[in-house]
């Protein structure tokens, strides 16, 4: 089993970055593949970026790619978000997750674990 919490939200303006963080706790982070979704009020969770467990692998999608980068350190037990050029439409509360094995996923039923997400808003 393994605890996630995330932090480094924040009220930014558009075209600013934000580092996001999750923190890991309990046994075997690197055995887990993670993933960052995200959820606007009134909208469903999106998928934002995922990791393999030893994070060659990355995968994203076209809404966020080329702005917003994952990594992770396994040996901090800790999964980053980094989120640059933000724009108002990438305001949500954003969850990190974890899910047991090796491959990376972009659906949220794929993943057991949960943090308790970090607000992002980005003003215009």
């Known amino acids: 089993?393994?605890?996630?919490?995330?932090?480094?939200?924040?009220?930014?303006?558009?075209?600013?970055?934000?580092?996001?963080?999750?923190?890991?706790?309990?046994?075997?982070?690197?055995?887990?593949?993670?993933?960052?979704?995200?959820?606007?009020?009134?909208?469903?969770?999106?998928?934002?970026?995922?990791?393999?467990?030893?994070g060659t692998y990355t995968n994203y999608p076209d809404s966020v790619k080329d702005r917003f980068t994952i990594s992770r350190d396994n040996a901090k037990n800790t999964l980053y978000l980094q989120l640059n050029s933000l724009k108002p439409e990438d305001t949500a509360v954003y969850y990190c997750a974890a899910r047991p094995g090796t491959h990376l996923r972009d659906v949220a039923r794929s993943y057991t674990y949960w943090g308790q997400g970090t607000q992002v808003t980005v003003s215009s």
């Open 1 to 54: 089993q393994v605890q996630l919490v995330e932090s480094g939200g924040g009220l930014v303006q558009a075209g600013d970055s934000l580092r996001l963080t999750c923190t890991a706790s309990g046994h075997s982070f690197d055995s887990y593949a993670m993933g960052w979704f995200r959820q606007a009020p009134g909208k469903e969770r999106e998928f934002v970026a995922s990791i393999s467990s030893s």
